[in-house]
């Protein structure tokens, strides 16, 4: 029963359904194996990797990078994502998240680890056929090979679909002529193989290819000069006839923007796991230095203003963290589940994550946001020494900054978020009209008494207030499409509001739901400080839905509309009055008291 429940939940469906205890995967459900595994990565950056920041930030031969990038690989590392007959591994979505967010400490190699295992490998592995799979898939799992993405123009960036790499079949049929240039190609300057996108002839959409470094007419530009992750080889690259064989076309003819689009829903889900890794790295240095730099004759972590900092950085980060591997359960069960019924293993994984997207694309937001909150605060409890080159938040600061360009910007994906829950709910793949028709009477009718007693369990209050802000967006969403109809593509501050309003829900009540299975599996009198964070984050999402919710609410309405709308609003994100400052010390003692991220 319990799984055929996790199966049936729905990409999106969260904003009209609750989530029981049952359905949602938490962190400390992790196996001891998969906890290893964890720890190897762990001890990898620590060992490997941490000891020489400085270097390889400075090698622009990036030799040292394809040394670490081999020891990975020696590891297992590389093929975590790879099943076994090719060489790699063969884990599931959620445990190749962990070895992501263990990998994140490991900055410009992080990245470098990311663009390897994830935009390189993955195309050839979910859309390769067999002769390509067993050609590549064995030396890019073992590091023989480092691999490449290169989708990214001058002209073509979020709009990946108006590249304008051409290709052309030679006149005897056998291979295919590559023109064009790419740009901020990652791992660029010594990959062996590159995923290339260009359009075949007048072709409207792009296609795939494998491409060798070897092949005849690869050039480059030198290494990029970057505000961050300066140890990250990033390379524009010249295709100038350059003769790729046919069989080394991925996938189908003109199939190459349903793979970007594909593999870059996997990127963002797994970058919001790597950002993870980095907060927790920054928010133990901070802890650090808290209790060793002393003023005014007290450690740093005495002062409340640094607990407040530490409080809400720690917050954050296991909010997000609550919500990232909730979403990663639900891509693996619904893997399960279209195996189950007869889908291959790739075709089973791509349709997983895709059903998914739109909580992939409010992870890397939220995600990101939380990583650059938490570098920012990390520098401000390190005072001056916070903006020198000799402490490590310097080059966190830095290297935290290109996450909300990855995979997509940001404001892209937010746009990306709320567009697919239109168009699912256009579809009727989501039941969104009925319920938000349901809001638009609620708001002009009496206050029901009975209003969550079917709602049990420690947070059951809670609960009904999870529920009035899923209707807070139905109802500013609702009145918002009444009011614009298709228009609504063209208001994009209004969409991206409403974006944020998801997303704070979404996160809200995984960060609950996560307590409350704590609090089933370590009892209620253990949790204080768990429980201290689910309540912060719940009161900080209701102020969220009701500010940007307001904001779009007064971009449309006017008069009698308007004031009926603030008042639904003002109803839908109500809260019971909580000692958030007090809330926030239990928190920042926890963190204080271990001296790194508590959990």
């Known amino acids: 029963m ?3 429940s996790k199966i049936n939940v729905k990409g999106g469906g969260f904003l009209i359904e609750d989530l029981s205890p049952a359905q949602m995967f938490i962190p400390e459900e992790f196996t001891e194996e998969q906890r290893m595994i964890e720890q190897t990565c762990k001890d990898f950056i620590r060992t490997e990797i941490q000891p020489q920041l400085d270097a390889i930030d400075a090698d622009k031969s990036n030799q040292i990078m394809v040394s670490l990038l081999d020891k990975a690989g020696a590891l297992g590392l590389l093929g975590t994502s790879v099943p076994t007959e090719y060489g790699g591994f063969g884990m599931d979505f959620n445990t190749s998240m962990l070895v992501a967010e263990a990998c994140g400490t490991g900055h410009s190699f992080a990245v470098a680890f990311s663009a390897h295992t994830g935009i390189g490998i993955l195309p050839i592995l979910y859309y390769g056929d067999e002769a390509q799979k067993r050609n590549y898939l064995p030396k890019l799992a073992d590091g023989r090979w480092k691999a490449a993405y290169c989708l990214t123009e001058p002209d073509s960036g979020s709009d990946a679909n108006a590249a304008k790499t051409k290709a052309s079949l030679t006149e005897d049929g056998n291979h295919y002529r590559i023109n064009g240039q790419k740009m901020w190609i990652t791992n660029g300057g010594f990959a062996d193989v590159f995923i290339v996108f260009a359009k075949i002839d007048q072709d409207k959409n792009l296609t795939a290819f494998i491409v060798e470094r070897d092949f005849p007419g690869i050039s480059m530009n030198e290494e990029e000069r970057k505000m961050g992750i300066k140890g990250s080889s990033t390379r524009q690259i010249f295709f100038n006839d350059c003769l790729v064989p046919k069989e080394n076309l991925l996938y189908i003819r003109e199939g190459g923007f349903k793979i970007a689009v594909n593999i870059l829903n996997i990127g963002r889900i797994k970058l919001a796991a790597a950002v993870l890794g980095g907060a927790k790295g920054v928010i133990d240095q901070a802890l650090q230095y808290a209790n060793e730099r002393k003023q ?20 954050r980060t296991f909010a997000s963290e609550s919500a990232c591997y909730r979403a990663g359960q639900n891509i693996d069960d619904a893997i399960a589940g279209l195996k189950a019924q007869g889908m291959n293993d790739a075709e089973a994984k791509l349709k997983g994550v895709e059903q998914f997207a739109i909580e992939c694309a409010m992870m890397k937001v939220h995600g990101s946001e939380v990583l650059d909150f938490v570098v920012d605060e990390g520098v401000q409890i390190y005072g001056g020494m916070g903006f020198s080159a000799e402490a490590p938040m310097e080059r966190a600061y830095r290297d935290a900054r290109i996450n909300r360009i990855f995979e997509g910007t940001n404001e892209i994906n937010r746009l990306l978020a709320i567009g697919t829950v239109l168009k699912r709910a256009m579809k009727g793949e989501l039941n969104l009209m009925e319920p938000a028709m349901a809001v638009g009477k609620e708001i002009l009718a009496v206050p029901n008494a009975s209003e969550g007693s079917d709602l049990e369990g420690p947070f059951a209050k809670e609960r009904q207030v999870l529920r009035n802000l899923k209707k807070a967006i139905l109802l500013v969403a609702g009145a918002a499409l009444k009011q614009y109809g298709p228009a609504i593509e063209q208001e994009q501050e209004s969409l991206m509001a409403i974006s944020d309003m998801m997303t704070e829900v979404y996160v809200a009540e995984s960060t609950l739901v996560r307590v409350e299975k704590r609090m089933e599996k370590f009892g209620e009198d253990a949790e204080q400080v768990s429980k201290a964070l689910a309540m912060l984050y719940l009161h900080k999402a209701c102020h969220t839905l009701e500010q940007s919710g307001r904001e779009v609410v007064l971009g449309y309405a006017k008069g ?40």
Do not use: C, W
């Open 560 to 599: 009698d509309e308007l004031n009926v709308l603030l008042l639904g609003l003002k109803r839908f994100t109500k809260i019971a009055p909580y000692n958030l400052i007090a809330a926030r010390r239990i928190v920042a003692e926890a963190a204080i008291l271990k001296k790194s991220y508590p959990f």
């Open 2 to 4: 319990e799984t055929a």
């Open 296 to 315: 005014f004759g007290k450690s740093l972590h005495e002062f409340g203003a640094i607990q407040h900092k530490i409080a809400e950085m720690v917050l």
